[in-house]
């Protein structure tokens, strides 16, 4: 599999996200948080040969399938992308030159105008911190790209950040969709809890993203 349709030519919404980051950032991490967050549904895995991993989400009353690719080199994926999802480690300074590097390749090499995510992970490593809020968000703003911390570890602002990638990518096809988002998952006879649950979620989002944060933090707008 791995030949989904990108973009709007497809009215599905199939949308290929490669992550990228140096080597032991998390990729991996985030992508198994966001296969196991109790949001979104997974599909089932068609590949074993790939580090790809696919599920539904349902943003807007819009089905879409996001794929992931855990890439640590972007010079052998000559795929299209929706998005870019770049990854650093704030106690690993190397990897947010490397970080720094990606985001050069994508926006400079490639002049990818994709909406692209730039997350700073472990943020749970508080001592251990060489890489300060301040100048990564100076790196977000330089390449036009949003900015989040996480913790995988910890499951902290995983689920905003898959939420806010998928919302970046649709704003990006459409920019007039409505700031309101709704999200409901597919099946398994859970749909009355866990659409509760979701709803809680967004209401948490969504009062975290009217305080005022610097633009590049706020993943619903553009
Ligand atoms: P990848 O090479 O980028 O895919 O990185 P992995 O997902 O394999 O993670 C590398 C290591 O970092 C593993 O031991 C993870 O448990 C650990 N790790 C991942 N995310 C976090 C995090 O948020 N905090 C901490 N403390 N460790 C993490
Ligand atoms: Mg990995």
Do not use: W
């Not at 991490?29 to 599909?43: C, L, T």
């Amino acid at each position: 599999m791995g030949n989904g349709c990108c973009s709007s030519s497809c009215s599905a919404g199939y949308y290929r996200v490669p992550i990228i980051g140096a080597h032991g950032v998390g990729k991996t991490a985030i992508v198994n948080r966001f296969m196991s967050s109790e949001y979104m549904s997974p599909m089932e895995s068609t590949t074993d040969d790939f580090d790809e991993r696919k599920l539904t989400v349902v943003v807007d009353n819009e089905e879409s399938i996001m794929e992931f690719i855990d890439l640590s080199s972007v010079e052998n994926d000559d795929l299209p992308a929706d998005a870019y999802v770049v990854v650093f480690s704030v106690h690993d300074s190397d990897s947010f030159t490397l970080a720094e590097e990606f985001l050069q390749y994508l926006r400079n090499e490639l002049d990818s105008d994709r909406p692209i995510i730039l997350v700073a992970n472990k943020i749970d490593l508080v001592r251990k911190r060489q890489v300060t809020k301040e100048e990564a968000r100076q790196l977000a703003k330089e390449f036009e790209c949003k900015y989040i911390e996480t913790s995988a570890v910890l499951n902290h602002k995983v689920d905003e950040l898959l939420v806010g990638l998928l919302k970046q990518i649709k704003l990006k096809l459409n920019p007039d969709v409505i700031q309101k988002a709704t999200i409901v998952t597919q099946g398994k006879g859970k749909k009355h809890a866990l659409l509760k649950g979701t709803k809680r979620l967004l209401s948490k989002i969504l009062r975290r993203t009217s305080q005022p944060v610097s633009q590049c933090e706020n993943l619903f707008h553009l």
